[in-house]
């Protein structure tokens, strides 16, 4: 068959900072997928994106042509409203786990297609595949039956979602582009659109342990896919959110499902339970049940007794124990004072250094391996106290995570006011 353009003259074109064309972007991303455009040829073109942006119309057509790459899945048949929510990524981010379930027990169905970690940021997958028995791959049939039964699924997508996303994923993952603003909203935009949800929230987080790291460009981010999301008919609201410290008192696998379920009894981490709770309420206005308040759900337990349901019909068992690390090693506090910082991408490449991330395509993860927190931000520490304990299977790992820590806190002697979890609402 002959092709209607040349992978060269497009990748020229951004190159030079002119626009592509409609037709340019729908046969590159389709090239692309059919294995016409060489991943050599498609990092190329990725780093001029980086580089050189793409304006509102091009990245409306590149989320589009991304959709078209494969199905689209409809919710349609359901009893329930469906809502959705994605966060950009972040460092002890386990907010998906008790959020599904709580959403459910509230009426609206949760279908939450979720990825592996990336990176320094952990992964949903990664963390739910540490219960015992847990699957992540459904068929769309058993999806629909679980949604339509409990009203929370969590499951990797398949792989007739968005394929040209899962492809260009790959390769930004390893020629440093993931960082475009373009490339993220169209990647995160094309897979919630495909998949079919009535609405849809996004976190979009800002500071060191995440993708964006000042809030202007956290904020161009989130009005982009607000506004691609708003276009292809989905009601679309994003928070912006605080990513400079790790979200809760864990960064791991297991340790994460843990605190996660001490949420869901009423209980976990206060800057946990606010943010899953605000975006809960926003779930729940965006699916017409403004009325709902999330927080009676949690204190109930019929979030937790949704949580249940959801593990054991993917084959987990809830009340199985949670597999730990062999090997601890704990950093403590070296003066006396205030903790004024404790960075999230410290903390993030520790707790990936240590296992609980990976460092090449499809490496296992350790259940047991992570970081907990002693202290966070604002908390009083005296000199020789513990602030984190690290764990591994593989001690040989603790040289290198506690490197990663150093210059990752400080301790100083004014007191401080922790800074909000919730920076500002967009849509
Ligand atoms: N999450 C995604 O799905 N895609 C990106 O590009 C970044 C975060």
Known sequence: MSESFDAVEIIAVKRDRHE????????????????VVVPEQMSALAMAILLN????????????????????????????????????????????LPLAPLVAACGIAVPQLSGRGLGHTGGTLDKLESIPGWRADLSNEEMMAQLEDVGAVICAAGPGLAPADKKLYALRDVTGTVEAIPLIASSIMS???????????LDVKVGTGAFMKSEAMARELAETMVALGTDAGVRTV???????????????????????????????????????LALAREMLVAAGKADVDPADALASGAAMDV??????????????????????????????GTLTRLDAMAVGVAA?????????????????????????????????QPLMTLHTDTPERFERAVAALEGGYDIGTSAMQPVPVVIDRIG
């Open 20 to 35: 592509l064309t409609d037709p340019q972007i729908d046969w590159v991303v389709d090239a692309f997928t059919r294995g």
């Open 53 to 96: 942006g793409m304006n509102r119309r091009e990245i409306s057509r590149w989320t589009n042509a991304m959709i078209d790459s494969g199905e689209r899945m409809d919710f349609s048949s359901l009893s329930w409203a469906t809502a959705d929510k994605h966060s950009t990524g972040g460092v002890g981010d386990k907010i998906t």
């Open 191 to 201: 897979k919630k659109i495909a998949e079919g949800t009535g609405s849809l929230v």
């Open 238 to 276: 994003a928070l912006l959110t605080d990513m400079s410290t790790p979200l809760g008192l864990t960064a791991g696998n297991a340790c994460e499902v843990a605190e996660s379920v001490e949420v869901l009894a009423g209980g976990g981490p206060s800057d946990v339970v606010e943010l899953t």
């Open 307 to 336: 949580w249940r349901r959801m593990i054991s019909a993917q084959g987990g068992d809830p009340d199985a124990a949670l597999p730990t690390a062999k090997e601890t090693h704990v950093v403590t506090a070296s003066a006396s």
């Open 352 to 384: 990936w250094r240590l296992g609980a991330g990976r460092s090449r395509p499809g490496e296992q993860v350790q259940a047991g391996a992570g970081v907990v927190m002693h202290a966070k931000p604002g908390d009083a520490v005296t000199a020789g």
